[in-house]
DNA sequence: TTCCAAATCTTCCAAATCGTTCATCTCTGC
DNA sequence: GCAGAGATGAACGATTTGGAAGATTTGGAA
């Protein structure tokens, strides 16, 4: 399958959520005449893209989402390849520094019932990691890397607005990347599917002193405090400043979460409040479970 | 009907209530012109979001419901009754890590037709200077300003949604903080100024090599290459590849502009094609300018 | 192949929107 | 105060839209 030129035929459906319509509306123009359309042996109508086209021109008709036209995602219901060229349309999508394609292609995936952390465990950071490969080899690759952060960061950004509102009483998460740390966007990954666990979340961002983070997540009554560790750092001061976070964290009992790629480095041993996640997946498990128990929590403290 | 909030086609009916007019009076102002919208092939009218926006500003109309045009809650926008300046405002919300209240207020006085570079300039840089300040005394001030940055960041990313889309053929715009500088915000507020000014902005972010900057923006094709310096850096190497750049662009006719604290220390004299500004207003007032005189050029050109 | 879940079909209906007209309201100038 | 201009909002029958119900088709898996 062609990523790039998509498929040629669409469904009724396809065309009428790319142009913000409902399916009988579409059906009847096509009906009507106004789109001309070929049809399966079981009279299923199929829209060539082309007069599609046609059609969007003819009535000057905003396009809601694009990519559903296939300039950037695959139709849905070619599910045998999907996930085989997912990674690459979304890596070649950040090579031309094309952010509407990325965020078209994830708030769909996110609408079709995807969840935040399988989207970003799978074609976002995927793409990411192969952006990030690239400057070995092409100086223009460290720019491509800032620009797809960004690009990240916004896509995210549209990703939250689409999550439904977190409860004022929902359990309370503070995170961030530690000193010396400065990548910002596996701890806004990390928020945000925090967020779609059931937790409030705040993150405190790259280059965040772990000693204040502790304090904060006392003094705001955090249930949870999670860290990403992307970046290697001088071995002995983070592993003692993390042993005492855990340390201080487990009076409160206050849960701390490490990832991130270096994050087995420097975890304490024999603390019994801390839990190391590989994935975003991971972390939603761990988040959701422990949300579902401080609910029932609250429940029975305020019966 | 289109349920998620994202949504960006408006019904009269729904920009009516948002607006607290009547369906007759939104359906009089379209036909005469005021609002461009796009029809459905039945001849039903469907009004672009940023377009509701665009005349929400021009006629500076109160918006009721803010909520029907997907924009969230807003501040009160009981205009007589403002107490606090603004700014003490957004300090305190700043302080309270109340990302939404900032938002609203953002969103809600740039609908009462404030420019994004005033905002930038007034309230909100006011504001992070403010937070920026307060790690002298207090050691939760660092946590607060790292707070600050993560919600200016989201905030910028819901104006930005606002803003009339941007012509394709419309003027380049490639920047960035310098190698060294990691401030995010005031690179990401110059991409939104000139997104308003007419420009299509990429942003590299922070801690971005100027050599790869300038290469790039030639490689593109870009009109303009913006830089912001918010960190002081070692003298020599950043004032000798600023020179080399601005020489660069120079020979593409690439107009260099230098902003943020420490601009001033590092600019290259005597180069035709160097700006200096000194703040968001600024940019914008010569960007626009630039941009029109774009324009014109692309109209002889086509001539 | 046969089977199943999801997608799509047709048909129907309530709600929304259309274009239009008309009464009401608000301002301005005299 | 009053007449006229312009804007507003309500009302009308005709048309369009969006969604639901139940039957059929599709694409992939056992």
């Known amino acids: 399958m062609n990523t790039f030129n998509g498929k040629s035929l669409l469904t009724p459906k396809e065309l009428a959520e790319a142009l913000g319509a409902s399916e009988s509306s ?3 123009w096509v009906d009507r005449g106004d789109i001309r359309i070929a049809r399966t042996a079981g009279g299923h109508r199929r829209i060539p893209l082309t007069e599609a086209i046609r059609f969007i021109r003819l009535i000057n008709a905003p396009v809601v989402r694009p990519e559903l036209l296939g300039l950037g995602t695959l139709p849905s219901n070619d599910r045998s390849t999907r996930t085989l060229s997912e990674d690459e349309m979304l890596f070649e999508s950040m090579l031309a520094c094309d952010g509407d394609t990325i965020r078209g292609f ?4 996110y609408l079709e019932g995807q969840s935040l952390s399988a989207l970003f465990d799978g074609p976002l950071l995927g793409a990411i990691r192969r952006v990030g490969d690239l400057w070995q080899h092409d100086e223009r690759g460290l720019l491509i890397e800032h620009r797809a952060t960004e690009i ?4 995210i950004g549209s990703l939250r607005r689409l999550l439904p509102p977190v409860d004022e009483n929902a359990p309370l998460a503070l995170g961030g990347a530690p000193q ?3 990548y910002q ?7 945000a599917v925090l967020s779609e666990s059931g937790f409030r979340d705040v993150n405190f961002g790259a280059n965040t002193p772990v000693e204040l983070l502790g304090k904060e997540a006392i003094h705001r009554g955090a249930r949870l405090v999670w860290l990403s560790i992307s970046a290697p750092s001088e071995p ?3 592993k003692a400043s993390l042993k005492k976070l ?9 849960q701390l979460i490490l990832g991130g790629r270096y994050h087995g480095e420097y975890a304490p041993q024999h603390a019994t409040n801390v839990t190391l996640v590989q994935s975003m997946t991971e972390l939603a498990t761990f988040a959701t479970r422990m949300a579902r128990g401080q609910k029932k929590q609250k429940v ?4």
């Open 26 to 28: 579409v059906r009847r």
């Open 106 to 109: 994830l708030v769909s995936r």
């Open 152 to 155: 990240s960061i916004e896509a």
């Open 180 to 182: 010396g740390d400065p």
């Open 185 to 191: 966007l596996p701890s806004m990954m990390a928020g």
């Open 236 to 238: 002995k001061p983070l």
């Open 246 to 254: 855990a340390v201080d964290l487990a009076k409160e009992k206050i």
């Open 300 to 303: 029975k403290d305020s019966v």
